[in-house]
Nanobody, 125 residues
């Protein structure tokens, strides 16, 4: 199983930017898909973005498309989420997720093998 540690969350004004990082250890990082999910108070955990382990294909939730960018650095075993033009509705705890073996992309919680501990992102008006 892989261990995941997120960092980079914080408080930002609407329209601002943040970059989240997720450091991975315990499995060969380049051999599995990765994703970001988020959970706001009183809501279910939802998919944000994913990147495949072959070819680096990326997919996004409609709510973040054009504003967020997911990327990975396999040499550093690190996943990133660049978040621009942040909105108050982006406020949530953001979780890094590692996909199960042979899963091409991580778009639902059923695809997830391991979760990070989460990092809080708060966007003020």
């Amino acid at each position: 199983q892989v261990q995941l540690v997120e960092s980079g969350g914080g408080l930002v004004q609407a329209g601002g930017s943040l970059r989240l990082s997720c450091a991975a250890s315990g499995r060969t990082f380049s051999s599995y898909a990765m994703g970001w999910f988020r959970q706001a108070p009183g809501k279910e955990r939802e998919f944000v973005a994913t990147i495949s382990w072959i070819g680096g294909s990326t997919y996004y939730a409609d709510s973040v498309k054009g504003r967020f960018t997911i990327s990975r650095d396999d040499a550093k075993n690190t996943l990133y989420l660049q978040m621009n033009s942040l909105k108050p509705e982006d406020t949530a705890v953001y979780y890094c997720a590692a996909g199960k073996n042979r899963i091409a992309v991580v778009t639902t919680t059923q695809h997830v093998d391991s979760w990070g501990q989460g990092t809080q992102v708060t966007v003020s008006t």
